[in-house]
């Protein structure tokens, strides 16, 4: 198999790029893969031994087969859990897309068949004056997850977002909704949650590779068997 690489970004902040990112590397795992987990940026993180440490990054660490040191996995750790940029601006930093970039192409080298970068908040999410998220994975050139936080508002977004992906010349590999509240939440009930997915599927050009449902604790099992990586996949056999 062909090396597989997937940028993951989401509709919004708390869309649930991480569970999506979580329950594709167990998805993987249960398929014998060896997999690289990445959040090169991130942007909420607590002194830990005297380092940064983000939780989430912390848990990609920890999902992913392939072991990577934790500076590795999240190169560019800052403290307040704010836009990057102003957080970085608040330390006397300047991201620079070019940077990050340099960082994840050598993590890239690591050998593995699958390989995840989870970004910061949306698409368009901003790095300094002049460059966005959107700088970083067009320098990558690697296709992108978009996950959809399935809530009110959400359709408007994920069209956006799909379209600005696009327009920007990368290529959306997939969606995947995400139920980031309850099933009897108001506006994401059964009905009209099925409803929400079947207007993305006839809206988004890229196929839906699955709805994860609400999971409080997560359940890594539940969470994977949603996720039809087939679709992701088949180009890369």
Same mark, same amino acid.
């Given at each position: 198999?062909?090396?597989? #690489?997937?940028?993951?970004?989401?509709?919004?902040?708390?869309?649930?790029?991480?569970?999506?990112?979580?329950?594709?590397?167990?998805?993987?795992?249960?398929?014998? +893969?060896?997999?690289?987990?990445?959040?090169?940026?991130?942007?909420?993180?607590?002194?830990?031994?005297?380092?940064? #440490?983000?939780?989430?990054?912390?848990?990609?660490?920890?999902?992913?087969?392939?072991? *990577?040191?934790?500076?590795?996995?999240?190169?560019?750790?800052?403290?307040?859990?704010?836009?990057?940029?102003?957080? $970085?601006? #608040?330390?006397?930093?300047? +991201?620079?897309?070019?940077?990050?970039?340099? +960082?994840?192409?050598?993590?890239?080298? /690591?050998? $593995?068949?699958?390989?995840?970068?989870?970004?910061?908040?949306?698409?368009?999410?901003?790095?300094?004056?002049?460059?966005?998220?959107?700088?970083?994975?067009?320098?990558?050139?690697?296709? /992108?997850?978009?996950?959809?936080?399935?809530? !009110?508002?959400?359709?408007?977004?994920?069209?956006?977002?799909?379209?600005?992906?696009?327009?920007?010349?990368?290529? /959306?590999?997939?969606?995947?909704?995400?139920?980031?509240?309850?099933?009897?939440?108001? %506006?994401?009930?059964?009905?009209? !949650?099925?409803?929400?997915?079947?207007?993305?599927?006839?809206?988004?050009?890229?196929?839906? *590779?699955?709805?994860?449902?609400?999971?409080?604790? +997560?359940? *890594?099992?539940?969470?994977?068997?949603?996720?039809?990586?087939?679709?992701?996949?088949?180009? %890369?056999?």
């Amino acid at each position: 198999m062909k090396k597989a #690489r997937f940028f993951i970004t989401g509709t919004d902040t708390d869309a649930g790029k991480t569970v999506a990112t979580l329950a594709l590397l167990h998805a993987f795992k249960q398929q014998g +893969l060896q997999t690289v987990a990445l959040k090169p940026l991130a942007a909420g993180c607590e002194s830990i031994d005297g380092e940064l #440490r983000n939780a989430d990054a912390v848990q990609l660490q920890n999902a992913a087969t392939v072991h *990577l040191p934790y500076d590795q996995v999240n190169p560019v750790s800052l403290k307040d859990a704010v836009a990057p940029h102003i957080a $970085a601006s #608040r330390e006397g930093r300047k +991201l620079l897309a070019s940077r990050i970039v340099g +960082l994840v192409r050598g993590a890239l080298m /690591v050998p $593995a068949d699958v390989y995840l970068v989870e970004g910061a908040g949306g698409w368009y999410v901003p790095l300094n004056e002049r460059e966005t998220q959107a700088n970083l994975v067009k320098d990558l050139q690697i296709p /992108v997850i978009l996950v959809v936080g399935m809530r !009110l508002g959400c359709l408007n977004h994920a069209i956006l977002s799909a379209r600005s992906i696009q327009l920007d010349g990368v290529r /959306v590999a997939g969606w995947i909704a995400n139920c980031v509240q309850p099933a009897r939440a108001p %506006y994401m009930d059964g009905p009209e !949650l099925d409803a929400n997915v079947a207007i993305l599927q006839d809206m988004l050009s890229a196929p839906c *590779l699955g709805v994860i449902p609400y999971c409080q604790p +997560l359940d *890594l099992d539940v969470m994977a068997a949603s996720i039809q990586t087939d679709l992701l996949l088949k180009p %890369y056999r």
